[in-house]
Antibody
Framework: EVQLVESGGGLVQPGGSLRLSCAASGFTFSRNWMTWVRQAPGKGLEWVANIKQDGSEKYYVDSVKGRFTISRDNAKNSLYLQMNSLRAEDTAMYYC????????WGQGTLVTVSS | QSVLTQPPSASGTPGQRVTISCSGSSSNIGSNYVFWYQQLPGTAPKLLIDRNNLRPSGVPDRFSGSKSGTSASLAISGLRSEDEADYYCAAWDESLSGLVFGTGTKVTVL
C-alpha cells in the first residue's frame, strides 16, 4: 500500500524558515517523480514544486522560486521542501504526492506563517 | 494561480447526473492529459480520473471523464450523498512548466 507521511509543519514568523519532510513507503520511491502541492485555508489547490527521480530536474511555481528548495534522498525514501523567507501567503496545508502528475497524496502538514 | 476555469458549484438530487466543466488553453489541456481529483471534506485529494478518461482501481464507474480541444469535463451519474466534495481538474502547462489546477467545483447533493 502506498503511503506518504508529511511532517515538519508548524507556526513560524514571517521571514522565518521551515523544512518539510515526506516519508514514502509501499512503492519504489527512486523510480518516481515527486511533487509538493499546497492549499491555503478555504482555497483551491496550488502546485508548488516537483523533482525528477534522480533529483537532476526541479521545477517551481513562480511565487516560491528563490525561496523554496525541493530535494530528495532516495536511500531514505524521503522527500523534502526547504522553505525560507516565509510570507503570510505561504500559509497552507502542504501535501506530498507521488508522480509528476500526482496519483497518491499524503494527508498533509499545516504551515502557518504569522507573527 | 488557477489557470483552469471551473464553475464554483454544481448540485443535483440523488440519482441525477451532474457534469463539471474545465476550461483551459492550448498550452495545458490542449496539449496534455487532464486529471480529476476528488477532495472530501477535511481530507487529502484523491485521484478520480487519470489521463482524460481512465478510472483508477476502486473508483466507481459512475465517474467518467472526457476531453475535447482545450476543455474537459467530469460527469457523475447516479449521484449519491457520498459524492458531496470538491472536484478539481489539473493538467501540465507547457508555457509555465508546471502543473496547473482548476478553480475547483463544490458538488452538493440536494
Amino acid at each position: 500500500e502506498v503511503q506518504l507521511v508529511e511532517s515538519g509543519g508548524g507556526l513560524v514568523q514571517p521571514g522565518g524558515s521551515l523544512r518539510l519532510s515526506c516519508a514514502a513507503s509501499g512503492f519504489t520511491f527512486s523510480r518516481n517523480w515527486m511533487t509538493w502541492v499546497r492549499q491555503a485555508p478555504g482555497k483551491g489547490l496550488e502546485w508548488v514544486a516537483n523533482i525528477k527521480q534522480d533529483g537532476s530536474e526541479k521545477y517551481y511555481v513562480d511565487s516560491v522560486k528563490g525561496r523554496f528548495t525541493i530535494s530528495r534522498d532516495n536511500a531514505k525514501n524521503s522527500l523534502y521542501l526547504q522553505m525560507n523567507s516565509l510570507r503570510a501567503e505561504d500559509t497552507a496545508m502542504y501535501y506530498c504526492a507521488r508522480g509528476e502528475l500526482p496519483d497518491y497524496w499524503g494527508q498533509g502538514t499545516l504551515v502557518t506563517v504569522s507573527s | 494561480q488557477s489557470v483552469l476555469t471551473q464553475p464554483p458549484s454544481a448540485s443535483g438530487t440523488p440519482g441525477q447526473r451532474v457534469t463539471i466543466s474545465c476550461s483551459g488553453s492550448s498550452s495545458n489541456i490542449g496539449s496534455n492529459y487532464v486529471f480529476w481529483y476528488q477532495q472530501l471534506p477535511g481530507t487529502a485529494p484523491k485521484l478520480l480520473i487519470d489521463r482524460n478518461n481512465l478510472r483508477p482501481s476502486g473508483v466507481p464507474d459512475r465517474f467518467s471523464g472526457s476531453k475535447s480541444g482545450t476543455s474537459a469535463s467530469l460527469a457523475i451519474s447516479g449521484l449519491r450523498s457520498e459524492d458531496e466534495a470538491d472536484y478539481y481538474c489539473a493538467a501540465w502547462d507547457e508555457s509555465l512548466s508546471g502543473l496547473v489546477f482548476g478553480t475547483g467545483t463544490k458538488v452538493t447533493v440536494l
